[in-house]
């Protein structure tokens, strides 16, 4: 994090050219949606604010109605489609719980890339938020492969597809494309064993999100991981509404040996699969691993300005100056990054307030962006950015006053 020192010329033209307008544009085209949604809910009841609450909504009403669905689930070749049957036609609201699963999936996925993608036009994903769009990209390729799992697991004629054209998406892999098609198989050709692999392959992934999520929140301070209770009703109600109108089906059950040639398109999750319909395997492996990894730059790559032509310079990691700090704890609550931990205090402070204390104020260097939000929050003028003092503020305000 660097800050404007000296007034100096102004920057050289900072935006960068047709990215740097359209990404604006989308800046200012969301701020303008915040305006319109702000005419009809209070500031505080803006979904567009809790899309990662949201998204954290429906994946624990997938975990749950998940678990319900697994006591019922039989991973083989002859039991998965008779088993969903069973569960959809025989088991006491189970048609229900199955629409549950298969429309918070589709919820997810939605809240999922509205969350990307008011982060990313918003900027919210420059300097120390690199974390939270890394381990996003990850929550986002594993949550989506979760849902292709999903659908195989049905084991109707879709399911059969899908895991045809899958088998030649990993065959397409150069190298280890065959040894991976034939531990997902578990044989040479689909078996029992094939489907307790892709259950396998739903859970796994499924339950990784948890982890990715740790990941996610560890540089955030203070995240909004809930929505409103008011979301919270209005989603799982009209999910429910929903499996209960539009019940989910399976198509027909899968044949061995059977060819069949088309499957239901799932806008959410089998989007890359539809498209192989023009796409060679090979291709569209090497299209789905360059956008991961255009996904991935973005946070180095996709500044909408260049540093260098910002006229700035560094402010310095926060330092605390030990004999002040009181231990009061308000830097560490402030600390947007996480970057302030609080020990124990070995020795007391020098002033009178710091006497007594028991904490001492600890800024982890690697986490501090200098943004100087503690310097604001300490009462007792025990943080300072080395490069940007109480004096250079003053000598800036001076400057500006006489401007
Ligand atoms: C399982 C999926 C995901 C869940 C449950 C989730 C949840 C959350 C939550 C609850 C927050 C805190 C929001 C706040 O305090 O305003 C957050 C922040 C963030 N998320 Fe996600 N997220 C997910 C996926 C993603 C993806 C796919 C990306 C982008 C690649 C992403 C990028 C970010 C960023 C950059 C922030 C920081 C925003 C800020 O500090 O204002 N997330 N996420
Ligand atoms: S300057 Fe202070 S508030 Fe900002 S990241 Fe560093 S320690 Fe945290
Ligand atoms: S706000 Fe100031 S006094 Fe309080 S713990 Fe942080 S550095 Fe110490």
């Not at 998940?66 to 569960?87: H, M």
């Not at 589709?106 to 809240?111: G, K, L, P, S």
């Not at 498209?275 to 946070?299: D, R």
């Amino acid at each position: 994090m660097t800050i404007a020192l000296q007034p100096g010329p102004a920057p050289r033209t900072a935006v960068r050219g047709r990215y740097g307008r359209l990404m604006t544009w989308l800046l200012r085209a969301t701020l303008r949606l915040d305006t319109a949604i702000h005419r009809i809910w209070p500031t505080d009841y803006n979904p567009l604010y809790y899309t990662g609450g949201l998204a954290n909504l429906f994946l624990l009403i997938l975990v749950l109605s998940g678990l319900f669905l697994f006591f019922y689930y039989e991973a083989s070749l002859g039991g998965a489609f008779d088993s969903v049957r069973y569960i959809t036609e025989g088991v006491p609201y189970g048609g229900i719980i199955r629409g549950v699963h298969r429309y918070a999936a589709d919820a997810f996925i939605v809240a999922v890339l509205l969350h990307l993608f008011r982060n990313w036009f918003t900027d919210r994903y420059l300097f120390s938020r690199d974390n939270p769009w890394i381990s996003g990209m990850f929550l986002l390729v594993f949550g989506g492969f979760v849902g292709v799992t999903g659908y195989q697991l049905i084991w109707d004629e879709r399911a059969q597809v899908l895991t045809g054209l899958f088998l030649g998406l990993l065959r397409s892999i150069p190298g280890v494309g065959d040894p991976l098609a034939r531990i997902f198989l578990g044989g040479a050709g689909v078996s029992d064993g094939t489907l307790v692999r892709i259950l396998f392959l739903h859970i796994a992934p499924a339950s990784t999100l948890y982890v990715l999520l740790w990941w996610h929140y560890l540089r955030l301070r203070h995240p909004k991981i809930w929505p409103p209770a008011t979301w919270v009703l209005f989603s799982v109600g009209l999910i429910f509404l929903l499996a209960g109108i539009i019940p989910a089906r399976g198509g027909e059950p899968a044949a061995p040996g059977a060819r069949p040639t088309g499957f239901p398109l799932d806008l959410f999750f089998l989007l890359p699969f539809w498209l192989l319909n023009w796409i060679p395997p090979g291709g569209m492996v090497a299209a789905l691993a360059l956008l991961v990894v255009l996904g991935l730059a973005i946070p180095y790559v996709g500044r909408r300005e260049h540093p260098e032509a910002m006229n700035v310079r560094h402010a310095g990691v926060a330092q605390v100056i030990d004999g002040n700090c009181t231990g009061c704890e308000l830097c560490y609550y402030d600390c947007p990054y996480n970057a302030i931990i609080m020990v124990s205090s070995p020795a007391p402070g020098l002033s009178r307030a710091a006497a007594n204390r028991t904490l001492l104020a600890v800024v982890l260097e690697s986490r501090c962006v200098e943004c100087g939000i503690c310097v604001g929050a300490c009462p007792f003028e025990a943080l300072e950015l080395p490069g940007f003092l109480e004096r250079d503020v003053k000598r800036l305000v001076a400057e500006a006053v006489r401007a």
